[in-house]
Structures are given as structure tokens and as C-alpha cells.
């Protein structure tokens, strides 16, 4: 079997470098700030990493020495973003011991809350971001009354938005509220945006406050809002695997991942579910996760 190295779309080269996500590697390219043995790259130009001379804004690319993954809590009133012009706060603020540049994997906004996975592995991100891959994503919603299981039923059989078809894969009533609202749980294979809300606002309950709790193999059991951890390995790969490539990087190393301080448990929620069993799926039974607090 030949070992000999074959040559790489360059914006996948910079992804997988830690540089920015492919998307803004493309941006990168068009805007001539790239170049390869000297010449200024064009997009779609391939090249061999460690063969070929590429350097961004003149400096050499080198590979990104530490893979960084990282689960954030994303508390409400946080902006998914790496700045902001107008100083609202940014997640990265919460990244308090992180040197590492890292960028989100897709983004919550202002004022949705959970689990957010953050990482310099490029290439990673941009594949968990692709629909082609179907990452699952699961919320819990608390929405305004009480929907039916009718109504709820329409979110998995679908419901025409003004950028097409959105369908949830599973959604559980999970318990009311002291204020007559209900908390669901919805699951969807895709990222777009704001899409959970305007799919409970197309069926007559809009969305009153939203939380992610699971984001492929990662939950967000154990962390507190603007609390973050790093991945273990396993989990890595095993995230690495819904792409279809559960090995790491050839040209970098995981960062290692130093022993959780011990925390006190937070108090379980008290609310009785068993009451409530309304569940539609369009996929074999999932590990239910944790409930919300109302």
C-alpha cells in the first residue's frame, strides 16, 4: 500500500491547522492573504502539507500543536461570537484559562442558553456543522399553554417555514409550569437559524425560554450556566465518528485533559413526569435526557 502523501484542498489544510473554520479559510483565500511556494493562492488550489511552502499573512502554517475540545454552558444574554463591536458579552469572556484559540461549532443566539462545543480542529467543526451528517441537536423548550399531542405531532411531521420544510426526529412533552406554560423536548438533525423557535412559533406556542442539552455523544450534564470543560478523549472520537472519521488529527495532539475540581451536586428537579408521557419519534428510542428545571 503506497504511503506517499496526496495533496489537500488548502482550505482544509487551514482547518485542520486550527487557522479559522473552512468557510473563513475560503475568505482567507479570496481576500489574497494566503500563498503557496510564493504565489498567491487561488480557491480550490490543493497543496502537501509539510512539502509545500504556505504561509497566511506571512507566516509560515504550522500544524496546531494542541487539539483543544471544549463543553461550554452558554448562559443567556452571551453573543455566540469571537468579538463584538457594540461590547455586549461574548462567550469567549468565559474562557478564562483557554490560551488556545477556539471557535464555536455552530452558534446559539442572544438569548437561547446550553451547550455549546468550541475547538481550534477546523476540519471538525465544519463537519458537525454540515446537514449532509445530520448531528443530532436536542432542546428543551418551555413554550407558551399547553400543546396538544395533535399539536406536537406536527412538529415531527413538519411544518413549512419561509426557508422550507423543518421536521423534529423526536419531541417529548416533558412537565408544566406554575404559570400554565409547558417545557418540551425537541430533537432536530440541523442548525438553522432560530429554527426551534420559529418551528413553535408556526404551531401557535411560541418558545418563552430555550436550552440545548445534547449535541451529538455531548450533554451538558454537570455544568452550570457560563461553566465549560474539556472532552475526554473517548468522547472525542466518538464525536469524530458521526462524521464518518473517528481518528484525530495525523498532525496534532489532544491537549491534555487535567482532573475536574469535585463541585457540589445541585439539587434534582422534583417535578412528577410520569404523568405526562406524550412523546413522537421518527428514530428508535434515545437515553432520555435530564428534565429541565421549570
Known amino acids: 500500500m503506497s504511503t506517499?502523501?496526496?495533496?489537500?484542498?488548502?482550505?482544509?489544510?487551514?482547518?485542520?491547522a486550527g487557522i479559522t473554520s473552512r468557510r473563513k479559510a475560503e475568505s482567507l483565500i479570496r481576500a489574497g492573504r494566503v500563498s503557496i511556494n510564493g504565489?498567491?493562492?487561488?480557491?480550490?488550489?490543493?497543496?502537501?502539507?509539510?512539502?509545500?511552502?504556505?504561509?497566511?499573512?506571512?507566516?509560515s502554517l504550522e500544524p496546531a500543536e494542541l487539539l483543544v475540545y471544549l463543553r461550554l454552558y452558554k448562559p443567556r444574554g452571551y453573543l455566540t461570537a469571537l468579538s463584538d463591536d457594540t461590547g455586549r458579552p461574548i462567550i469567549t469572556e468565559l474562557l478564562t484559562d483557554i490560551p488556545e484559540r477556539v471557535f464555536p461549532v455552530g452558534r446559539l443566539d442572544y438569548e437561547t442558553e446550553g451547550l455549546l462545543l468550541l475547538t481550534n480542529d477546523g476540519e471538525l467543526a465544519n463537519a458537525l456543522m454540515h446537514p449532509s451528517f445530520q448531528i443530532q441537536r436536542t432542546y428543551h423548550a418551555k413554550v407558551r399553554g399547553n400543546p396538544t399531542a395533535n399539536t406536537l405531532r406536527q412538529l415531527v411531521d413538519g411544518v413549512e417555514l419561509d426557508d422550507g420544510l423543518a421536521q423534529a426526529i423526536h419531541v417529548e412533552k416533558l412537565h408544566p409550569t406554575p404559570?400554565?406554560?409547558?417545557?418540551?423536548?425537541?430533537?432536530?438533525t440541523e442548525g438553522r437559524n432560530r429554527e426551534?423557535?420559529?418551528?413553535?412559533?408556526?404551531?401557535?406556542?411560541?418558545?418563552l425560554r430555550l436550552r440545548r442539552v445534547r449535541f451529538g455523544n455531548i450533554d451538558i450534564?454537570?455544568?452550570?450556566?457560563?461553566?465549560?470543560q474539556p472532552i475526554g478523549e473517548n468522547a472525542?472520537?466518538?464525536?469524530?465518528?458521526?462524521?464518518?472519521?473517528?481518528?484525530p488529527m495525523?498532525?496534532?495532539?489532544?491537549?491534555?485533559?487535567?482532573?475536574p475540581k469535585p463541585k457540589p451536586k445541585a439539587a434534582k428537579p422534583t417535578t412528577d413526569l410520569d404523568s405526562l408521557p406524550t412523546a413522537f419519534t421518527t428514530k428508535r428510542?434515545?437515553?432520555?435526557?435530564?428534565?429541565p428545571r421549570p
Not at 39 to 59: M, N, S, Y
Not at 196 to 207: D, L
Not at 221 to 228: A, K, R, T, V
Not at 285 to 291: D, E, N, V
Open 4 to 16: 506517499t502523501q496526496q495533496p489537500e484542498r488548502l482550505q482544509k489544510l487551514l482547518a485542520r
Open 39 to 59: 504565489k498567491p493562492a487561488t480557491l480550490g488550489e490543493k497543496a502537501i502539507f509539510g512539502q509545500d511552502k504556505i504561509l497566511v499573512d506571512d507566516k
Open 179 to 188: 404559570a400554565g406554560h409547558t417545557w418540551i423536548e425537541i430533537t432536530l
Open 196 to 207: 426551534v423557535r420559529r418551528m413553535c412559533e408556526a404551531i401557535g406556542h411560541p418558545v
Open 221 to 228: 450534564e454537570g455544568l452550570q450556566p457560563g461553566e465549560y
Open 236 to 247: 472525542v472520537r466518538e464525536l469524530r465518528s458521526l462524521t464518518g472519521n473517528p481518528l
Open 250 to 259: 495525523p498532525h496534532a495532539k489532544l491537549k491534555p485533559i487535567p482532573k
Open 285 to 291: 428510542a434515545r437515553k432520555p435526557s435530564q428534565p
